[in-house]
């Protein structure tokens, strides 16, 4: 029993850092994208395993920056500039992972024929273009605003 409360506590966790922080939101949906548009690609089992390394890596990341950044909170009343530092490192840590997994990208996704495909898929099915912009219109409210956001501005409406 302790084993699966573990899970539930860990996915607390991920829920908590996509609540309360954009660029985790940030992250998750570009993954989102990522993953989808992937199908577009040619590519092999070790791409995959690339691409899902650098996805974790960067998520990670920004768990261990949003834990750095919350502990920090707790033990500084006022400024003090070990915080800074210590905020600054953690985020240069994203930071990092997020620059390779780019490159990871690059190195995967280079593939114009690829491209080319999209862009062809997208002209010749005007319906899936207008259902990519709704996406994308959503994917940008859920970044700025965060699940509790959206949530709290529907039931605002909902009293009114």
């Given amino acids: 029993m302790r084993f699966f409360k ?3 506590y860990a996915f607390r966790g991920i829920v908590y850092c996509i609540n309360n922080e954009r660029n985790m939101r940030i992250h998750t949906v570009a993954a989102l994208y990522v993953f ?3 199908l577009f690609f040619k590519m092999s089992r070790t791409s995959y395993a690339a691409v899902f390394l650098a996805v974790a890596m960067v998520m990670a990341a920004e768990l261990f920056n949003t834990v750095a950044e919350e502990l920090c909170d707790m033990t500084a009343a006022s400024f003090h500039p070990v915080v800074r530092i210590v905020k600054d490192m953690a985020a240069g ?6 620059v390779f997994a780019a490159a990871v990208g690059i190195c995967v996704f280079w593939q114009p ?3 080319l495909k999209i ?21 940008i409210v859920f970044i700025i605003s965060g699940p509790i956001g959206i949530r709290d501005h529907i039931r605002r409406n909902r009293e009114e």
Avoid at 93 to 98: F, G, K, R, S, Y
């Fill in 6 to 8: 573990s899970f539930k």
């Fill in 36 to 38: 989808v548009f992937s």
């Fill in 93 to 98: 840590a994203v930071l990092v992972c997020a």
């Fill in 113 to 115: 024929a690829a491209f």
């Fill in 119 to 139: 862009l062809q898929f997208f002209a010749a099915k005007p319906l899936m273009l207008l259902l990519l912009a709704v996406s994308v219109a959503v994917s």
